[in-house]
């Protein structure tokens, strides 16, 4: 059973590119939440999301990110016109239907993407 | 207030002793706390979850529970030096939602 899944490792943009972050949660997941992680700081949760589904985006900033998770195919974080303050860790987590047991709620967390913005 | 505070450390600890980590939350109606290891460039890895309230132990590893103060804890005995991580305390709140801790930087001394 392959893990939490995520693509590219390592992103460079310019100032002003886009970027797109891949995520494609554990088999049997339909739970997926991106965080940001700045050095030598904490998880900065961002959006929590279901299958064609935003739950809650309140952790998102309001302008240049968005998020998705289609029916088929991984979650997607976008960033727009990205700028230096952009870079970071971004990961991705994902858990099981909270409804099946208490304890199978705990997230599992990707390698995560380092975006560089240079 | 944020949801979940940590002591950031750094808190050092020789080889051999326990180390003893503190979490606390502001959301009275969480239902389940966890325990995540992060190491430096790496990902968070969980290592327990604890929802009821009282003692649960794994190996070296003791999570602690007691929602009346809304306190979790871990305690690592024996600590060796393949420990030393970041611990980040995480809870899942009401909506569904995860909120971490900064985390608490551990440094075990051979």
């Known amino acids: 059973n392959a893990g939490v899944m995520q693509n590219p490792r390592h992103l460079v943009r310019r100032r002003g590119q886009e970027a797109r972050l891949r995520c494609s949660p554990m088999?049997?997941?339909?739970?997926v939440y991106w965080y940001r992680q700045l050095p030598e700081e904490g998880l900065k949760f961002m959006v929590y999301l279901q299958k064609e589904n935003i739950i809650d985006e309140s952790g998102m900033p309001k302008e240049r990110f968005s998020a998705e998770f289609p029916k088929e195919g991984p979650s997607i974080l976008r960033i727009q016109q990205v700028v230096r303050g952009d870079s970071a860790a971004y990961f991705c987590?994902?858990?099981?239907?909270?409804?099946?047991?208490?304890?199978?709620?705990?997230?599992?967390f990707g390698p995560g993407t380092r975006l560089t913005v240079l | 207030q944020k949801e979940v505070e940590q002591n950031s450390g750094p808190l050092s600890v020789p080889e051999g002793a326990i180390a003893s980590l503190n979490c606390t939350y502001s959301?009275?109606?969480?239902?389940?706390f966890f325990w995540y290891r992060q190491y430096s460039g790496k990902s968070p890895e969980l290592i327990m979850f604890i929802y009821s309230n009282g003692d649960k132990e794994d190996g070296r590893f003791t999570a602690q529970l007691n929602k009346a103060s809304q306190y979790v804890s871990l305690l690592i005995r024996d600590s060796q030096p393949s420990d030393s991580a970041t611990y980040l305390c995480?809870?899942?709140?009401?909506?569904?939602?995860?909120?971490f801790g900064t985390g608490t930087s551990l440094t075990v001394i051979p």
């Open positions: 987590a994902s858990s099981p239907t909270v409804a099946i047991h208490i304890s199978y709620n705990e997230q599992f």
């Open positions: 995480a809870v899942r709140g009401t909506g569904n939602q995860f909120y």
């Open positions: 959301d009275r109606g969480s239902q389940s």
């Open positions: 088999k049997g997941h339909s739970h």
